[in-house]
């Protein structure tokens, strides 16, 4: 039994790559040129279904992508050339890794902006709540006789031992 | 003492606001999150020379657009959206001033004579850009789309999806306005 699951989940496994769109008459007969193409198309957005990358998707205009991306490198652009190429057409919007540049800062870097303030902020409370007093200023004499009063007791010595855990 | 419960009241209400902002916008198709912003607003039109359709007279390429302030339309006969939007370009088209021209965009052509045969033409000059080829150079990533040059063939605006009476009256002609000054 546990062997069929192991077998089922092997062969689910082993069809992941086989999800990406692309058509058999669209790869290159140069592996290496190809194995580029897939690179460059894994990182370009499918504008149409915008949360898939043209090589995962089958709209018509991610086949027109993958091919043109394909002919830039038989052209003979370098990688960065290519996805150049396309963001030239379509901006920045392409790219399923956005650039870092000014505007894109606040996307970059607020995650780890808001852990640090919350990181400082924690930090100066601790640090102020260490500086402030530990335990309320002890009783005098005469609040301790009207709290024994209260409570029925003998005045007891102030601050009394702790009592010791058994060893 | 007090502002330690006012700063994240005030902060909450700031937030707050901004979400029922942002969702009113996309509600009332203000603002559509999907859109993508033209990486070619304020450039030159591509360099593209493509043929007319079969059946029509004038094709269209860069040299059309230059000398006039020009209202480009993306647009396709398999496109619902485009023939909602096609009076609109026919009213436009009866307008002074300005020309209305097509790039008809992975499209058949008989299919688009028939169309335009039958609902009117808006378009002085139209090209086939039957790949799509044309279309990626300018950044088309569905039809229709509605792009306004001015007289040196510069992108001034795009509009993504169907024209609507609001939009021709709050953008596209206040724009073609002050571009045939």
Same mark, same amino acid.
């Given at each position: 039994m546990i062997r069929r699951v192991a077998l089922a989940l092997l062969l689910v496994l082993a069809a %992941?790559?086989?999800?990406?769109? $692309?058509?058999? &008459?669209? $790869?290159?007969? &140069?592996p290496a040129l190809e194995a580029r193409a897939r690179g460059i198309t894994k990182q370009l957005?499918? %504008?149409?279904?915008?949360?898939?990358?043209i090589d995962d998707s089958n709209a018509p205009l991610a086949r027109d992508l993958r091919i043109l991306v394909r002919e830039r490198l038989k052209a003979g652009d370098s990688d960065a050339a290519a996805i150049a190429y396309v963001v030239a057409r379509y901006g920045d919007f392409v790219l399923l890794r956005p650039p870092i540049k000014a505007t894109t800062w606040v996307l970059w870097f607020g995650p780890a902006a808001i852990l640090l303030g919350g990181a400082v902020f924690l930090w100066l409370r601790v640090r102020r709540r260490k500086g402030a007093p530990a335990a309320p200023a002890p009783l005098d004499p005469e609040e301790q006789k009207k709290l024994s009063a209260l409570v029925g007791e003998t005045p007891r010595p102030q601050a009394p031992p702790r009592p010791q855990a058994a060893p | 003492m007090r502002l330690r419960f006012v700063i994240p009241a005030i902060l909450f209400v700031l937030l707050g606001a901004g979400f029922v902002y942002a969702l009113v916008a996309i509600q009332s198709g203000r603002k559509d999150p999907g859109t993508v912003p033209s990486a070619l607003l304020g450039k030159p039109a591509p360099e593209f020379a493509l043929p007319a359709p079969e059946g029509f007279a004038q094709g269209l390429s860069?040299?059309?657009?230059?000398g006039k302030v020009t209202v480009l339309n993306v647009f396709a006969s398999w496109c619902p959206p485009c023939r909602v939007e096609h009076p609109l370009l026919l009213e436009l088209a009866k307008e002074e001033g300005f020309q209305v021209v097509g790039l008809n965009w992975k499209d058949k052509d008989d299919k688009l004579a028939a169309w335009l045969k039958e609902d009117g033409n808006p378009f002085a000059r139209i090209g086939a850009d039957r790949s799509g080829r044309v279309g990626i150079d300018w950044g088309v990533y569905g039809a229709p789309e509605t792009y306004i040059l001015d007289r040196d063939a510069r992108i001034v605006h795009r509009h993504v999806g169907p024209l609507t009476k609001e939009i021709l009256r709050d953008e596209i002609r206040p724009l073609l306005a002050k571009l045939r000054k």
């Amino acid at each position: 039994m546990i062997r069929r699951v192991a077998l089922a989940l092997l062969l689910v496994l082993a069809a %992941l790559p086989a999800q990406a769109a $692309i058509a058999p &008459d669209e $790869i290159l007969p &140069d592996p290496a040129l190809e194995a580029r193409a897939r690179g460059i198309t894994k990182q370009l957005r499918c %504008l149409v279904c915008q949360n898939q990358s043209i090589d995962d998707s089958n709209a018509p205009l991610a086949r027109d992508l993958r091919i043109l991306v394909r002919e830039r490198l038989k052209a003979g652009d370098s990688d960065a050339a290519a996805i150049a190429y396309v963001v030239a057409r379509y901006g920045d919007f392409v790219l399923l890794r956005p650039p870092i540049k000014a505007t894109t800062w606040v996307l970059w870097f607020g995650p780890a902006a808001i852990l640090l303030g919350g990181a400082v902020f924690l930090w100066l409370r601790v640090r102020r709540r260490k500086g402030a007093p530990a335990a309320p200023a002890p009783l005098d004499p005469e609040e301790q006789k009207k709290l024994s009063a209260l409570v029925g007791e003998t005045p007891r010595p102030q601050a009394p031992p702790r009592p010791q855990a058994a060893p | 003492m007090r502002l330690r419960f006012v700063i994240p009241a005030i902060l909450f209400v700031l937030l707050g606001a901004g979400f029922v902002y942002a969702l009113v916008a996309i509600q009332s198709g203000r603002k559509d999150p999907g859109t993508v912003p033209s990486a070619l607003l304020g450039k030159p039109a591509p360099e593209f020379a493509l043929p007319a359709p079969e059946g029509f007279a004038q094709g269209l390429s860069t040299a059309d657009l230059k000398g006039k302030v020009t209202v480009l339309n993306v647009f396709a006969s398999w496109c619902p959206p485009c023939r909602v939007e096609h009076p609109l370009l026919l009213e436009l088209a009866k307008e002074e001033g300005f020309q209305v021209v097509g790039l008809n965009w992975k499209d058949k052509d008989d299919k688009l004579a028939a169309w335009l045969k039958e609902d009117g033409n808006p378009f002085a000059r139209i090209g086939a850009d039957r790949s799509g080829r044309v279309g990626i150079d300018w950044g088309v990533y569905g039809a229709p789309e509605t792009y306004i040059l001015d007289r040196d063939a510069r992108i001034v605006h795009r509009h993504v999806g169907p024209l609507t009476k609001e939009i021709l009256r709050d953008e596209i002609r206040p724009l073609l306005a002050k571009l045939r000054k």
